[in-house]
């Protein structure tokens, strides 16, 4: 019964190449976001998704795009990797709004 | 944009003491407050949070916050610390989308 889950928990590939997370949430929740999270534990927000709107920061690359099949669903997916993208990336979802966002274990990115 | 900032990257007590982690947070109306904790290789857990209700917010594993509009803070709180609190803490703020503050760490020594 994990409320919020993401796969794979440890991702390790090469510079180039492209490949996706995954995230699910069964707890009803409207939005889900994606944060990256830095080695120095600094997490800053990626996109947000809210009824088929995609609120994306303007910051993020565009080798990132977040695909969302259903609302329980938002994956994370990635083009041509680079050093700089290793990272752990959480996913998270919430009410739309000021509520509360409910948080997954993290899947930790390594780009050699 | 509302925000927050976290003062002392690292804070160091003994077990038994006082836990004080300090947020202060910019919004130019009422604020929704959080502070989330992260165990080593854990995502983020939701400790407690402020809505405009109570300006003490109790919240899981013995911790509270007080919001003090005049301070613009929302300090967290635990009168005893014990060594499985030993993490990383962070304060939030809810405007379009969460933004946290930078992390405290949190040792905790025998």
């Known amino acids: 019964d994990t409320a919020v889950s993401q796969t794979p928990k440890y991702l390790v590939t090469q510079m180039g190449n492209d490949k996706s997370i995954k995230c699910e949430q069964n707890?009803?929740?409207?939005?889900m976001y994606w944060y990256k999270q830095d080695s120095k534990k600094f997490l800053k927000i990626m996109f947000s998704?809210?009824?088929?709107?995609?609120?994306i920061n303007e910051t993020v690359p565009n080798r990132f795009s977040p695909k969302s099949p259903d609302k329980a669903h938002l994956n994370l997916h990635i083009n041509s990797l680079e050093l700089g993208d290793s990272a752990v990336y959480f996913c998270?979802?919430?009410?739309?709004?000021?509520?509360?966002?409910?948080f997954g274990p993290g899947t930790r990115l390594t780009v050699l | 944009a509302q925000s927050v900032t976290q003062l002392g990257s690292h804070v160091s007590v003994s077990e038994g003491a006082l836990v004080l982690l300090r947020c202060n947070y910019s919004?130019?109306?009422?604020?929704?407050l959080f502070w989330y904790v992260q165990y080593p290789n854990q995502g983020l857990q939701l400790l407690l949070k402020?809505?405009?209700?109570?300006?003490l917010v109790k919240g899981i594993n013995g911790f509270e916050a007080e919001f003090k509009k005049s301070e613009t803070s929302f300090h967290l709180t635990k009168p005893s610390a014990h060594m499985s609190d030993a993490a990383e803490y962070f304060c939030?703020?809810?405007?379009?989308?969460?933004?946290f503050g930078a992390g405290t760490r949190l040792t905790v020594k025998p």
């Open positions: 939030a703020v809810m405007d379009n989308d969460m933004r």
């Open positions: 919004s130019s109306v009422p604020p929704y």
């Open positions: 998704y809210n009824n088929k709107e995609l609120i």
């Open positions: 402020y809505t405009s209700a109570a300006t």
């Open positions: 707890l009803g929740h409207d939005t």
């Open positions: 998270a979802s919430g009410f739309f709004g000021r509520d509360t966002q409910y």
